[in-house]
């Protein structure tokens, strides 16, 4: 469904170039037939706008709907999911701050950590969340031989 | 009596825009005591934030004042063209753009905990020196774009009402700090909410009343809504045909010909006098035939150039760099709520854009029959297209109601971005730079949404006081519409890091670097801004940019060492746990 979906938006985005319409279409306007009401020269006013900004309304809408098809078709319901299941544990910052100590010892009293400056951590964004720690250490069931992501599986071994 | 009510009528405009700031303060106040008093709140409103506001605040951060007035200068310099090119153009490329960056990084965003572009950035290529290039870069884009729409409100109000731009700059400043101040993002969202919509419904009364006036103009007069739109159309084609499409109009064709017969006249012309000068001098030869007055050789141009109308596809793409609008898609309560925005952007622009562009065409038309007077540009005979919409107003409508709507809608467009601009540094400077200098668990909650409440105050303060100084000049504008191209120039970055477990921090510098040296090159070229129309090989700059910067990000990440799987997995649904 989803190359369904992006075949119809790159022939959104070819039908936009509408220059190589507007001759088959001034061909059409010159015949009689059941479709004349509707069809025009590039020009031509149509319902008090000119043609070619008609067909461009038309293909805003018509983007609305393919976006509608995508949504409805091909929405990605699992990144809903992997979004929810949530790597992100909060540190409850909304109390106070872990390193803080709620008995006046803030920022003045010396207790902070020294600065970390190699990445700085989401965490430190002060978004928080009421989710509770379930591990501690990740990457530790050694995929792939990634050495660095193995600790915790060894240590545990050798327990 | 007559007096005293022409004074009324006369203030009502600004009474009318006095009494939209309160009622905007007044929400803004209202929705800051929804402020749940956490960072989390501030910075991406607890992501709470449901479909319909997330359309409207998103929709309205991303339209500035140039959707009512520039669009209707540019239709009026350059025809409907600008329509499709722009405005349907944006309609594709924004839907595509919240469906494939937006709920990726809305979904990541909640995941990881981000509430700014940087800390992605920074995580994902494993680099915090890159995350702070990137952060001086977004704010040096950022910043001339907040200017222009300080420095435009105070100028359309000078225009239309002859306030002070200054008094104006600090109004708005002042209404838009009170309630970013108070509520953040959320209140940011829900303005922008009421923003959106005032100047939506703006476009379409003024489309209305401005129809009414111009087909007045007709032999057949007005009638109802459709007859005056058809009506007003139809003069257009009269005087005016070449504005009515994107390539050449038959008329234009016919004009065509009849120039280059003249034009070849004047040829044979020259001809004979040359030869009549070579062999009996130029004084004898004047008493033979008079001397041809010179001719243009007349070149038939296209309102809009097929390369151009395919190029200016890149603009929109800048919307997946915005720092402001990345905020805003974290405030989505789920990655249900873009369903809605992904659906109605293109409609919404739309109904914003097309009332414009065709009040644009109709003032081409008026003032080529001379009923319509346009303010020229400074030292130049040529019209201002910043002023045409409100010409339009104050000399065809004539109603003080439509002039303070009119107001109303262009200071709802600006104020819109601007407030999420404001939120939106205040964050970055809060998350990028103060909290990862003293250390993540330095601060606690509610000094975090101090430090950010500080900075927003000190980004309105020097926002406005720049403003004050680049007041008088026009360079401000220039570089803030060059500054979309570097948004757009970094597009490749953010698509790389989403989709692409190859992209190293190598290629991402190998994109900016590409980035900023041919911005820098072309920029200059374009006598920094002055020529807007310069392209490069026909193109819109913004075009070989992206093109080379994308080639770039990918040079750069293959012929650099691939990022360890195990530190990114994270970031890709598929691999993570």
Request: aromatic share 12%.
């Amino acid at each position: 469904m989803r190359y369904f979906i992006v075949a119809l938006l790159v022939s959104l985005a070819w039908l936009h170039q509408d220059w190589i319409f507007w001759p088959l279409l001034a061909e059409l306007d010159n015949q009689k037939n059941f479709l004349s009401w509707l069809v025009a020269e590039e020009h031509e006013v149509k319902f008090g706008i000119p043609a070619n900004v008609g067909f461009q309304l038309f293909l805003s809408v018509a983007t609305a709907f393919v976006a509608f098809i995508a949504v409805w078709k091909a929405w990605p319901k699992e990144l809903e999911r992997w979004a929810e299941s949530g790597g992100y544990r909060g540190r409850g910052r909304d109390r106070g701050g872990r390193n803080r100590s709620r008995s006046g010892g803030g920022k003045n009293s010396g207790e902070s950590k020294p600065s970390n400056r190699q990445t700085s951590s989401p965490e430190s964004s002060g978004d928080s969340s009421d989710r509770p720690r379930r591990r501690r250490y990740r990457g530790g069931r050694g995929r792939g031989g990634n050495g660095g992501g193995s600790s915790q599986s060894q240590r545990r071994a050798g327990e | 009596m007559n007096l005293l009510a022409s004074a009324t009528q006369s203030s009502l405009p600004l009474w009318m825009v006095g009494a939209y700031l309160v009622i905007l303060l007044g929400l803004g106040i209202f929705s800051s005591k929804l402020f749940r008093g956490t960072s989390k709140d501030y910075f991406v409103a607890s992501r709470s934030i449901g479909p319909f506001m997330l359309l409207m605040s998103v929709f309205g951060t991303t339209m500035t004042g140039f959707a009512l007035v520039g669009s209707t200068g540019k239709a009026f310099t350059t025809g409907v063209a600008v329509f499709g090119a722009v405005a349907v153009w944006s309609g594709i490329v924004h839907s595509s753009v919240f469906f494939i960056i937006g709920t990726r990084l809305w979904a990541i965003g909640k995941r990881l905990g981000y509430v700014t572009q940087v800390q992605f950035f920074r995580e994902r290529f494993q680099s915090h020196t890159l995350g702070t290039v990137l952060f001086v870069l977004l704010v040096l884009f950022i910043i001339p774009y907040l200017l222009i729409g300080i420095i435009s409100a105070g100028k359309f109000m000078q225009g239309t009402a002859g306030l002070d731009p200054r008094l104006t700059g600090l109004v708005i400043c002042a209404v838009v700090l009170t309630y970013v101040f108070l509520g953040g993002v959320r209140s940011a969202a829900w303005a922008n909410t009421f923003q959106t919509l005032v100047f939506m419904i703006t476009g379409i009364v003024a489309f209305a009343m401005i129809s009414k006036s111009v087909a007045a103009k007709t032999e057949k007069g007005s009638g109802t809504f459709l007859e005056n739109v058809k009506r007003s159309t139809e003069l257009v084609e009269q005087v005016k045909p070449e504005r009515l499409v994107r390539g050449v109009h038959p008329a234009a064709l016919d004009n065509h010909e009849e120039a280059k017969a003249k034009f070849e006249e004047y040829l044979t012309e020259k001809d004979t006098w040359e030869a009549l000068v070579n062999d009996m001098g130029e004084e004898t030869a004047a008493t033979v035939m008079e001397k041809p007055k010179e001719v243009k050789e007349p070149q038939l141009k296209p309102s809009m150039s097929r390369l151009l109308w395919i190029t200016y596809l890149f603009i929109p793409l800048s919307i997946g760099m915005f720092p402001h609008v990345f905020q805003h898609w974290l405030t989505a309560k789920s990655a249900k709520t873009f369903r809605l925005a992904i659906v109605g952007h293109p409609i919404c622009i739309a109904v914003v854009w097309l009332p414009c562009v065709i009040i644009g065409t109709w003032a081409a038309g008026l003032h080529a029959m001379g009923e319509l007077a346009v303010p020229v540009v400074p030292g130049t005979d040529k019209p201002n297209p910043s002023a045409v919409l409100g010409a339009v107003v104050g000399q065809l409508v004539q109603n003080p109601w439509l002039t303070g709507l009119l107001m109303i809608g262009v200071l709802a467009a600006i104020m819109s971005s601007l407030d999420s601009q404001f939120a939106c540094l205040g964050t970055m400077f809060t998350n990028d730079i103060v909290v990862p200098w003293k250390g993540k668990d330095y601060y606690s909650d509610e000094d975090t949404v101090k430090i950010a409440r500080c900075f927003v105050i000190g980004v309105v303060v020097a926002a406005y006081l720049l403003s004050l100084v680049l007041m008088k000049t026009a360079s401000v504008f220039n570089l803030g519409i060059w500054c979309f191209s570097g948004f757009t120039a970094l597009f490749p970055i953010v698509f790389a890091a989403l989709y692409w477990k190859r992209a190293s921090v190598m290629g991402a510098y190998a994109c900016i670097a590409m980035t900023a040296v041919l911005w820098i090159l072309w920029f200059k070229d374009s006598g920094y801004g002055a020529d807007k129309g310069y392209t490069v090989l026909g193109m819109l700059p913004m075009a070989p940019l992206t093109v080379l910067s994308a080639v770039a990000m990918i040079v750069g990440s293959l012929l650099s060492k691939a990022p360890e799987e195990r530190k990114i997995n994270k970031f890709f649904p598929n691999n993570s746990r």
